[in-house]
């Protein structure tokens, strides 16, 4: 009877949702800013505290390998302590790391402090989710959605041209000092407005198995996947032990977690139809989507000769209809089977990735920028639609694991995605030129008479210059490949998104086994 009687989290109501919805939405965009801002400041960084470049590429991955072990502990974290003091001690403890970051010294306190950063912003993301979740009446949270997957989108588009700009024009401690005035605003407006939300805190075991073996294997997993092509992938003892560590340790935490009472990640929750083919959709959609936003960039820098701002302006045009259509999308969405939506988003986005294909080297900055534009009505259409899908047959106690558990998965998705993408590209290039070069032949009349009108009698200037051209040629081909495969995975993602049913509403009442 107490159980039913008490006051449940998901009827509480802020004084002010609007200045609640800002404060979340702060957070979340500082915490994903932060996974692309450092990426273009690398250089300087390195610089400055006089390691290589190999060296300075741990600040990425120490901040990608905490953030994904924590991620899965949101629902064990959320059950122990609740979700407003998780929310508001990770946005603290996230702001004080930015701050360390910023006065670092020296290459290993760098590391050091981004490690702590990327721990305590594994649960950000998802708690904010299952807040906005919570604070919105069941006809509104297609809005709250809609604008979470707005601030997802822009904020990764937006790092990569705001670091380079603080970089160039300030320094790049100002990349993590940036954090410290929205950090502290957030927490005090969450702080304020849902510090009398209603708490159900459990006292869940620790399950030290799972959390070791989760350790160690998503640790390991996530260096493979962010070294693996530096270090020539099983060419490389360390890629191999560090593999076999990974898998031998997933083994163990998959059994254990599926087998044990009190699981600190909740895998059981793919029992849920929904929340198995919406998040499996998610991971393969994001890790296409993924690939895009990696492969643009550098193909733009690498063989069309940008800079790195040209580059982020030939990019950005994919954030604008996101933005404008977010409200409206969230507001109409559920006059719509929210199959039909993400099924236009996947057709979109598979369209746009087609039309990159057909590139060729004389492609110019308009075109590109229009079909970044045109991918963007894909990508308004998918994130929302496909988070309130997975989370349609959810109890509210599931919530937060689901979420963090989708978000994780997700994440590694991504990390898969940036690993296999570069290899790809890379692999297919080599290829490509060495069948290009077979043709390239003293007795060839073609290769004697490009060789003699490139060089004007220099035959290694010759030489060079050919070879420069193969090699931009084999990397573009192989480009157009890339984009023809992602294009057949977006195609392929409708017939699975399918597989999900309505209602896909939010359900309502009292959580399971008490909540939180």
């Known amino acids: 009877m107490n159980a039913v009687a008490a006051p449940r989290p998901d009827a509480f109501r802020p004084a002010s949702v609007g200045l609640t919805t800002l404060g979340l939405s702060l957070a979340t965009f500082m915490q994903v800013l932060d996974t692309t801002i450092a990426n273009v400041s690398l250089p300087t960084i390195a610089g400055n505290l006089g390691v290589s470049a190999d060296q300075s590429t741990w600040v990425i991955t120490s901040f990608a390998v905490c953030m994904a072990i924590s991620l899965p502990l949101t629902g064990w974290l959320t059950r122990r302590f609740g979700e407003v003091p998780l929310f508001v001690a990770s946005t603290l403890l996230f702001t004080l790391a930015s701050f360390l970051c910023g006065i670092a010294q020296s290459m290993p306190m760098l590391i050091a402090f981004r490690a702590l950063q990327g721990a305590v912003a594994g649960p950000m993301y998802p708690v904010t989710q299952s807040l906005l979740i919570s604070i919105y009446p069941p006809e509104k949270r297609g809005q709250a959605l809609a604008l979470l997957a707005m601030v997802t989108i822009v904020a990764p588009i937006a790092g990569p041209i705001l670091g380079g700009w603080i970089t160039d024009n300030y320094s790049w401690p100002w990349i993590f000092f940036i954090n410290v005035p929205i950090g502290l605003f957030a927490c ?35 260096i493979v996947l962010d070294k693996g092509n530096d270090e020539d992938w099983f060419e490389s003892t360390f890629i191999i032990v560090t593999s076999l560590i990974s898998a031998i340790s997933l083994a163990v935490f998959l059994i254990w977690e599926l087998t044990d009472k009190e699981p600190i990640v909740n895998l059981r929750l793919f029992r849920h139809r929904n929340f198995a083919a919406g998040t499996t959709v998610l991971v393969f959609a994001y890790a296409a989507f993924f690939a895009i936003s990696l492969l643009i960039p550098q193909w733009l820098q690498r063989q069309l000769g940008y800079t790195s701002t040209w580059a982020g302006f030939a990019t950005a045009p994919i954030g604008i209809l996101p933005v404008l259509l977010s409200p409206f999308i969230g507001r109409h969405a559920h006059r719509f089977d929210l199959r039909l939506l993400a099924s236009l988003a996947f057709l979109t ?95 060839d009349p073609a290769a004697q008479q490009a060789i003699a009108t490139l060089g004007n009698g220099d035959l290694p200037r010759a030489a060079g210059l050919l070879d420069r051209m193969i090699t931009l040629q084999s990397y573009q081909i192989s480009f157009n490949e890339v984009f023809h495969l992602l ?30």
């Open 188 to 222: 005090l407006v969450v702080r304020s407005q849902l510090g009398a939300r209603p708490k159900r805190l459990e006292r869940p075991k620790m399950d030290y198995v799972g959390l070791i073996t989760l350790i160690i294997g998503v640790g390991a997993l996530q």
């Open 487 to 516: 294009g057949w995975v977006f195609f392929s993602l409708v017939l699975v998104l399918w597989l999900a049913k309505p209602p896909f509403g939010a359900k309502t009442g009292a959580p399971p086994g008490g909540g939180h």
């Open 349 to 443: 986005m598979g369209a746009t990735s087609l039309m990159r294909s057909g590139f060729n080297l004389d492609v110019d900055f308009n075109h590109v920028a229009t079909i970044q534009l045109i991918q963007g009505i894909g990508v308004a259409l998918f994130f929302m639609p496909v988070t309130q899908i997975l989370l349609s047959d959810l109890a509210p106690g599931e919530i937060a694991d689901g979420s963090g558990l989708a978000t994780f998965l997700r994440t590694l998705g991504g990390s898969f995605s940036a690993s296999l993408t570069t290899f790809l590209w890379q692999r297919r290039a080599e290829v490509h030129h060495a069948h290009l070069t077979e043709h390239v032949t003293v007795y």
